[in-house]
């Protein structure tokens, strides 16, 4: 089980190096929507394997497995395209998520877009956050417990 409080701490020292991010609560912010997908895709992952043709309300382009847990995934220039295109980035297609068949989850995602800002310019800076955050398993009911006893 990795030490939860030392990946919390080195994501805030490597948050401190982006022009971007200038105080705690940017911080914060950032590590808020990034965790947010975090959880919903290990929650996603796990009610996949336990409900009938479960279908998450993010599109898979989106869902963190397939843009995030690649450690040597997209980075630089690219990421920060990926997260902030105006019309479809991860941002832009989360503010205005619609899904018929789970409104209310879809509902939920869209709040949390759309009162959250990425502050983070460096795509560089922005890869090793989210490959520190890989390290949590929130499947996992250890993690589960630690990272709220952090939170």
């Given at each position: 089980?990795?030490?939860?409080?030392?990946?919390?701490?080195?994501?805030?020292?490597?948050?401190?190096?982006?022009?971007?991010?200038?105080?705690?609560?940017?911080?914060?912010?950032?590590?808020?929507?990034?965790?947010?997908?975090?959880?919903?895709?290990?929650?996603?992952?796990?009610?996949?394997?336990?409900?009938?043709?479960?279908?998450?309300?993010?599109?898979?382009?989106?869902?963190?497995?397939?843009?995030?847990?690649?450690?040597?995934?997209?980075?630089?220039?690219?990421?920060?395209?990926?997260?902030?295109?105006?019309?479809?980035?991860l941002f832009a297609t989360l503010k205005?998520?619609?899904?018929?068949?789970?409104?209310?989850?879809?509902?939920?995602?869209?709040?949390?877009?759309?009162?959250?800002?990425?502050?983070?310019?460096?795509?560089?800076?922005?890869?090793?956050?989210?490959?520190?955050?890989?390290?949590?398993?929130?499947?996992?009911?250890?993690?589960?417990?630690?990272?709220?006893?952090?939170?």
């Amino acid at each position: 089980m990795p030490n939860i409080s030392s990946i919390i701490k080195n994501v805030r020292n490597i948050m401190r190096q982006d022009r971007g991010v200038s105080g705690d609560a940017q911080r914060l912010e950032q590590l808020g929507w990034l965790l947010f997908l975090k959880i919903l895709d290990d929650k996603d992952q796990e009610l996949e394997l336990i409900r009938d043709r479960y279908q998450s309300v993010i599109p898979g382009k989106f869902q963190w497995r397939n843009w995030a847990a690649d450690a040597e995934g997209i980075t630089g220039e690219k990421l920060i395209l990926f997260i902030d295109h105006p019309t479809d980035g991860l941002f832009a297609t989360l503010k205005n998520l619609k899904a018929p068949h789970a409104p209310q989850r879809a509902a939920l995602v869209k709040e949390v877009f759309d009162g959250s800002n990425n502050y983070m310019k460096s795509g560089y800076e922005l890869r090793k956050v989210i490959n520190q955050l890989n390290g949590f398993d929130f499947n996992n009911s250890d993690d589960r417990h630690v990272f709220g006893t952090v939170y």
